[in-house]
């Protein structure tokens, strides 16, 4: 299933918390679409994803799309 949040409207450390909260909801299979503000966020939720074991991936309109990383795949 995919989720959104958006963070624009918050300033650190609100959205590293709320992305944190809602990654652990995450089922295996679900995507989170993060919508983010400032650049400084970008290289904290990079950094929260490696703490959290989740895949990042930034989109060019400064969003990220998180997964869980699966319990069977390779590191």
Known sequence: MDYQLDTQNYRCPLPLLMIKKALATLEEDDR????ISTESSV?????L????NC?????????FILR???K????
């Open 32 to 35: 989170l679409l993060v919508l």
């Open 43 to 47: 290289k904290e939720i990079e950094q």
């Open 49 to 52: 994803c490696e703490t959290l």
């Open 55 to 63: 895949i990042c991936q930034q989109n060019e309109d400064r969003s």
């Open 68 to 70: 869980k990383r699966s």
């Open 72 to 75: 069977h795949a390779c590191p």
